[in-house]
């Protein structure tokens, strides 16, 4: 496991008191510790009483799962860390009106409300802290991902595949309705992340995410600019291939997808495709809407095409 040098970072998160923002480099665990410390302790928040019944939860489960069975899932993530109210309602925005079938916003409550204004698509929230995810949950989201590791990675923080483990069993424990998704480290081997994602099929994980590179725009045009967006994919379309021929549950490629790439996605075996910088990058939410709807009409002909070859296979 990679260790950084022992100095204070600041992360953006909003959410936490500004003593209680400075987290240090360090184990992956060790982060988690931090972050309960500074929301109130490592005990579970109280949770009122759910007046969903049992039978609700299983509708809204297969509802958010239902494009991932018809492999035309995108989902339009807006950042772990990313609390800044402005930025993602353009992110939501953009997904709404771009024809993504998901959203993906960082685990907090006031987000969830400001999303549940401004969109009717299933709303995901992403955490590496099972804690955290009850609240949102209760505000209105009905898909929890335990993943977006990226931030993490340039603090020089991984996760284990035993952490990971460990994480997943806390947060079924705690929610044991709720569509899970879980995402594979890249830095794993090929055959270590397969291992993983079957480990965490057997734990009750509903989708599983992989990744990759970070998105970039391409340094040369025409062609060239297309097959380096194409390299930049390789790590998390390889993933989604092995993955998906090992597990029974839908797959999510993500990382470093464009409209280019994302096609790719769904060929190689993914049930659906998360984009993330590719549009929170952009600081125009007509630019954004536009992005996303590139992305979206990219995967229509690949998703008609399987449910075609699937309708064939069932005669």
Request: net charge neutral; hydrophobic share 45%; glycine share 6%.
């Amino acid at each position: 496991m990679a260790h950084a040098a022992a100095m204070a970072v600041v992360l953006p998160v909003r959410s936490l008191p500004k003593a209680a923002s400075h987290l240090p480099h360090g184990s992956a665990e060790t982060t988690v510790r931090h972050l309960r410390q500074a929301t109130g302790g490592g005990r579970p928040p109280k949770r009122r009483p759910s007046a969903v019944p049992r039978a609700s939860l299983s509708t809204t489960k297969e509802s958010v799962l239902s494009d991932f069975r018809e492999r035309r899932a995108l989902k339009i993530i807006s950042g772990l860390q990313n609390f800044d109210k402005d930025k993602v309602a353009s992110v939501v925005i953009a997904a709404e009106k771009g024809g993504a079938t998901h959203v993906d916003i960082a685990c907090d409550r006031e987000l969830v409300e400001l999303a549940l204004d401004l969109t009717s698509l299933p709303i995901c929230v992403s955490s590496v802290d099972p804690l955290a995810f009850p609240s949102a949950v209760e505000a209105g989201a009905q898909m929890v991902e335990i993943g977006n590791y990226d931030s993490f990675y340039e603090m020089g923080i991984q996760f284990s595949p035993e952490q990971i483990l460990k994480l997943t069993r806390e947060t079924r424990r705690i929610l044991p309705s709720i569509t899970l998704s879980v995402t594979v480290p890249h830095m794993l081997s090929l055959p270590d992340q397969v291992k993983l994602a079957e480990l965490l099929e057997q734990e009750g994980a509903d989708i599983i995410q992989t990744e990759g590179g970070k998105y970039s725009s391409p340094s040369k045009p025409g062609v060239l600019g297309l097959i380096e967006k194409v390299t930049t994919a390789t790590p998390t379309l390889a993933a989604a291939y092995s993955i998906s021929r090992a597990v029974q549950i839908p797959v999510m490629c993500s990382s470093g997808l464009s409209a280019v790439t994302a096609p790719m996605a769904l060929t190689a075996g993914a049930a659906g495709v998360g984009v993330g910088s590719a549009v929170n990058r952009l600081n125009d939410v007509v630019a954004m809407i536009a992005e996303v709807k590139t992305i979206a009409e990219s995967l229509v002909l690949p998703a008609r095409l399987s449910s075609e070859q699937m309708q064939s296979a069932r005669r």
